[in-house]
């Protein structure tokens, strides 16, 4: 197995603009491994740092991509040749916060594309911590292109969903329920055995569709107001026979008007897990929180353990993948990107390198 000297890749040298590069392969540091990019997905954060700009300590230039699946190539023996998906968010393991189970939001954690130095999956190879790899054993009829969207667009609604203690018979509203994590957020609601799963979103197209893996009912918001959605939805609790309180509403955008959809239809003992990723503020009168015994509740990432549930539900057929990926060499990066903002895509592009 051919071990590179380089690193093909494509950086993003300052906002909106990128570079197709070579650097070189670091020293492999025990417990480190490189990781031959299979394909990595490209998600809402990506978009949002290359057209924003990147909150994190590491700044440009550095390569974006988060959701990647490839083949070990370098680095600990028992791993090499091994078919793995590298989780998005890599925790230390050794911190207060890893020991008390929240791992996912270690304050030391590494996520390529944000918090490994200069490496993202928008590459040919990555060099990443080997101890939370989620190995493909038997990926069936998967491509492993394909299994790269296991890394946030799946795993991290599965997150949300054990934040929100999703159990069977729960209420569940998915707010944004067509886009990236919103399609995954109402299967993965259905299979954990929701008994009624709303999806709220603006192009009807796509709602209906959603009625077709996991969703229950569909609410569009388009030329609607939040007050109408809220209506909207509670005529159909009120028509349904189901109670217009005690739902988990995932909010799946990160968008303001899907915030305020959120907060709206936040009433008595509901849960609001916010799992979008967005720069927008909005104004809420906390004790409501208090009168409600309501909850809003941060989510970020997933635990690395959680990955073998997850591809055993997509292995199961339970969670569908395969219809909502297309691929495009990495070469058409720039383009994926400008589509991906432009918000009319129905899959999720995974991009293939082409060095």
Known sequence: MSIPTKIQTWQMVEPGKLAKTSIDVPELQPGEVLVEVAGCGVCHTDVGYYYDGVPTV????????????????????????????????????????????????????????????????????????????????????????????????????????????????????????????????????????????VAIARNQEKLERSLEFGSTHAISTLDKSVKDVRNEFKAYCKEAKLPSHGWKIFECTGSKMGQEIGLELLSFVCKLIVVGYGMHKVEYMLSRLMAFDAEIIGTWGCLPKYYKEVMQYILDDKIKVKPFVEFRPMSQIEQAFQDSHAGKLTKRIVLTPDF
């Open 58 to 197: 590491t700044k440009p230039p550095l390569t974006l991509g988060h959701e990647i699946s490839g083949k070990v190539v370098a680095g600990e023996a028992g791993l090499i040749g091994k078919e793995v998906i590298i989780p998005a968010v890599m925790p230390c393991n050794d911190c207060a916060i890893c020991a008390s189970g929240r791992g996912n939001r270690c304050l030391k954690q590494k996520m390529p594309g944000n918090s490994l130095g200069i490496y993202g999956g928008f590459s040919s190879h990555i060099p990443v911590p080997a101890n939370d790899l989620c190995v493909v054993e038997d990926r069936k009829d998967f491509s492993l292109e394909t299994l790269s969207v296991v890394a946030d667009a799946i795993t991290s609604p599965y997150q949300a969903a054990k934040k929100a203690e999703l159990s069977e018979g729960d209420l569940v509203v998915v707010i944004g329920a067509t886009g990236g994590i919103g399609l995954y957020m109402t299967q993965i609601a259905s299979v954990l055995g929701a008994k009624a799963v």
